[in-house]
């Protein structure tokens, strides 16, 4: 079973909603990874905090935001989205660069 | 920019049959390649390699590195419908400061009985 924990499983929100994803590891991780998966296509990397800084930013409109609270903890906040913006997104950790990344079940996200 | 790309794409195949799916990449700065499966949800770790001709190995799931052909392959033998999903392959290579991990487009494996 995964040690990275998300939530919620599945949210629906209208383009007009704010809302957030929220992350857990207790593994003692120092980087940790949101990805963006839509169906049949691999995971595409969102942004990367080392740290609790973000290192990684991969263009992603800000309409996505994420935030870092803790070494444990990663949300990404939501507001304003398309429906283009519906997929999975998987939050990942790993103990540092370079190192296996383990992702967490997911959040099945729908924009309608 | 980095490149990862597996084959074949899809496979089908019966229970108890042997299967080699490849990954071939293009990184800067090599660091490690990592194989998943992915069902319906998130994808499962199942190696990572960093050394070349040492084969890992878990249950009747096995996989090697060529870091001089710039490949690796995943084995399964005698296949169980269980075994069907995505399998992802994904390299760790650094540009500048930073590491990233590239996937390829993954190999939709389905097992018959």
């Known amino acids: 079973d995964t040690e990275v924990t998300q939530t919620p499983k599945h949210l629906v929100m209208g383009m007009t909603n704010k809302k957030s994803l929220k992350c857990e590891q207790h593994?003692?991780?120092?980087?940790m990874y949101w990805y963006k998966q839509k169906a049949k296509k691999p995971p595409e990397l969102m942004f990367v905090?080392?740290?609790?800084?973000?290192?990684i930013n991969e263009s992603v409109p800000s309409r996505f935001s994420p935030e870092c609270p803790n070494s444990s903890l990663l949300n990404l906040h939501l507001h304003a989205l398309q429906p283009e913006d519906s997929a999975l997104y998987l939050c990942?950790?790993?103990?540092?660069?370079?190192?296996?990344?383990?992702f967490g079940e997911g959040s099945w996200l729908t924009v309608v | 920019e980095d490149k990862v790309v597996q084959s074949p794409l899809s496979l089908v195949v019966h229970e108890g049959d042997t299967v080699t799916l490849n990954c071939s990449y293009e990184?800067?700065?090599?660091?490690?390649l990592l194989w998943y499966k992915q069902e319906k949800k998130a994808p499962t770790f199942l190696f990572m390699l960093?050394?070349?001709?040492i084969e890992k190995k878990s249950g009747r799931l096995s996989s090697i590195l060529d870091k001089k052909e710039l490949f690796s392959i995943l084995n399964i033998t005698a296949t169980q419908t269980g075994d069907s999903a995505v399998y992802l392959c994904?390299?760790?290579?650094?540009?500048?400061?930073?590491?990233?991990?590239?996937f390829g487009k993954g190999t939709l494996l389905t097992v018959n009985p």
């Open positions: 990942a950790s790993s103990q540092g660069w370079g190192n296996t990344i383990y």
């Open positions: 593994m003692g991780h120092r980087a």
């Open positions: 905090y080392s740290y609790e800084k973000l290192s």
């Open positions: 990184v800067t700065n090599f660091r490690s």
């Open positions: 960093t050394s070349s001709g």
């Open positions: 994904a390299v760790c290579g650094s540009g500048g400061s930073n590491y990233k991990l590239t």
